[in-house]
């Protein structure tokens, strides 16, 4: 690559005595404080205010120097009128915790205990022979004639079943509804709710079912039917936490959900079965009272219990 001179390198090279660079046809001086062949640098007001030329700084010193970013470049501003909004955003995001969506052994032991236990029915349900499966079937079912013999066993067998195993959609909704209910109103007390609207939405089908065969309405071979699973108890507590979200949530969710149990009810596949899901799902709605001063109770009692380890860390 040639090098260009500079106006210095040029005067050097003219041999002494020789014609001055304007005499021998060359171009016309330099200005002063310019470079050869270099963009005009930037002038600035010294002291005095007189124009001069910027000094660039030394390369060594540049090398050294942090780079300087600006807070623009990387972070957008954000205007002051929409501060108070983002703020309570962002920390209500980073109060979200995705895991409390499901059961945990220390967090809510019932429904984790209860998942486990269903889970190792529903691989039974799905691996073992159907012969088996369908003798523990018939064991477990609430029909009217074990209902008239063993009451209490097959009331608590039943409730051991999930329809159609773990990718039945009651599955899904026994691990989040239960969670979140657990989660309010303690392990016992949820067991309650599932429990209470199992029984009573079982005895309120099967007992019309018994009602309409001595009636001649139905045949004697209703009493033998199958009748089995947790629907009922889920549809009950889903009833029942309806009423511990807030209105934007709960209303829809209940709402959706009796939809989805009409539809069922009008396309006649099951009646009494999707009638038992109604009544269950009316049993959780007439719970919201007591649900509710559960809440409160369990609350009070948390506080309490974070109370007394702030001052025992004290």
Not at 19 to 46: F, I, K, N, T, Y
Not at 215 to 234: C, E, K, T
Request: aromatic share 8%; with cysteine; charged share 10%.
């Amino acid at each position: 690559m040639e090098r260009i001179a500079t106006a210095d390198t040029q005067a050097s090279a003219t041999p002494p005595g020789g014609p001055p660079a304007a005499e021998s046809g060359s171009a016309a001086p330099l200005d002063s404080g310019l470079l050869d062949a270099m963009p005009r640098q930037r002038e600035v007001p010294d002291e005095a205010g007189e124009l001069v030329f910027a000094t660039p700084a030394p390369a060594t010193a540049l090398a050294c120097a942090p780079a300087a970013v600006s807070p623009s470049a990387s972070t957008p501003a954000v205007p002051a009128e929409y501060a108070p909004r983002i703020a309570p955003a962002l920390t209500a995001l980073r109060r979200v915790r995705p895991w409390r969506l499901l059961p945990t052994p220390t967090g809510t032991p019932f429904t984790f205990c209860y998942g486990v236990l269903l889970v190792v029915t529903s691989l039974i349900a799905q691996y073992a022979g159907p012969t088996l499966v369908g003798q523990l079937h018939q064991a477990s079912s609430t029909d009217v004639t074990h209902l008239l013999r063993d009451p209490f066993l097959v009331l608590v067998a039943s409730a051991l079943w999930i329809v159609g195993g773990m990718v039945s959609p009651y599955a899904f909704l026994f691990l989040l509804v239960l969670t979140a209910l657990e989660r309010r109103i303690g392990g016992v007390r949820t067991a309650g709710v599932f429990l209470f609207g199992h029984i009573v939405a079982t005895l309120a089908t099967e007992g019309t079912v018994g009602i309409a065969v001595l009636a001649g309405h139905l045949p004697a071979s209703s009493l033998h039917r199958l009748d089995y699973g947790i629907s009922f108890g889920v549809a009950t507590s889903i009833g029942a936490l309806a009423g511990l979200l807030r209105p934007w949530l709960g209303l829809p969710m209940i709402t959706l959900f009796a939809w989805t149990l009409i539809q069922s009810l009008f396309a006649f596949t099951d009646p009494m079965t999707n009638w038992g899901h109604l009544i269950s799902l009316t049993i959780g709605i007439t719970t919201w009272p007591l649900i509710r001063r559960w809440a409160r109770a369990a609350q009070v009692a948390r506080e309490a219990g974070a109370g007394r380890v702030e001052v025992a860390g004290v």
